[in-house]
């Protein structure tokens, strides 16, 4: 079936290192959506990406959609203890009925 | 104000018993999702209204049935539960079906013993 492979499952990084998770879909998605989930809380969204090659910031974090719109990334420079949690991507597809197909999820650890 | 809301927040059950779980949304969306997050959490979309028409029906047991009294409701009950069941189902809403952002509620903790 299809699906949305997302790498790594799970990043442990020193507070102020950078990171990054990449997810990988089978075939081309018309957009792909970011969500955070806190420990504990719910997926919160973060950003949508559109257009192929698409490239947006917010403060820290850079979001990256592929040009072929079947690859995403999401990097934080300079991680922070707030930003712990799980990062999940999630991609809308099209064409006879809709479908929403969800990543793994990477599980951000922040070592102290 | 909450904007998605869940009914009850923890539910520990029998196997074999039969329960519902209620959301409601105040943000005057379209779209409501049911979903299941495992233990590993790995989140699984299970049903999409859209304006109380089923649109996304994924692979579920059919022991899982949605009802949508209105737009702003929708509730999940499950019958006969059995301990895979057990999970934490999240309820969401979008302002419209595909690409809009969806928002979650808290989630309710399904235990089933």
């Known amino acids: 079936g299809q699906q949305v492979m997302q790498i790594p499952q799970y990043q442990h990084v020193q507070e102020g290192e950078d990171f990054t998770t990449y997810c990988n879909s089978s075939t081309t998605l018309s957009n792909i959506q970011w969500y955070k989930q806190r420990p504990g809380g719910h997926p919160v969204f973060l950003i949508q990406l559109v257009k192929s090659g698409e490239v947006k910031k917010q403060k820290r974090l850079t979001f990256q959609f592929g040009e072929a719109k079947k690859n995403s990334s999401l990097h934080i420079t300079a991680t922070q203890t707030t930003d712990v949690g799980t990062y999940f991507c999630?991609?809308?597809?099209?064409?006879?009925?809709?479908?929403?197909?969800w990543g793994a999820g990477t599980k951000l650890i922040i070592k102290p | 104000d909450t904007a998605v809301s869940q009914t009850p927040k923890y539910l520990v059950t029998q196997m074999g018993n039969d329960k519902s779980i209620k959301c409601e949304q105040n943000?005057?969306?379209?779209?409501m999702y049911w979903y299941k997050q495992d233990s590993k959490k790995f989140l699984k979309i299970m049903f999409s209204y859209n304006n109380k028409e089923l649109i996304i029906n994924e692979t579920v047991p059919n022991r899982f049935s949605p009802k949508s009294p209105d737009k702003a409701h929708l509730n999940l009950h499950i019958n006969s539960l059995e301990l895979g069941d057990s999970a934490v189902y999240f309820c969401?809403?979008?302002?419209?079906?595909?690409?809009?952002?969806?928002?979650f509620g808290p989630g309710t903790r399904l235990t089933v013993t």
């Open positions: 999630a991609g809308w597809k099209r064409d006879s009925n809709y479908q929403l197909i």
């Open positions: 943000l005057g969306h379209d779209t």
């Open positions: 969401a809403s979008s302002q419209l079906l595909f690409s809009y952002e969806q928002y």
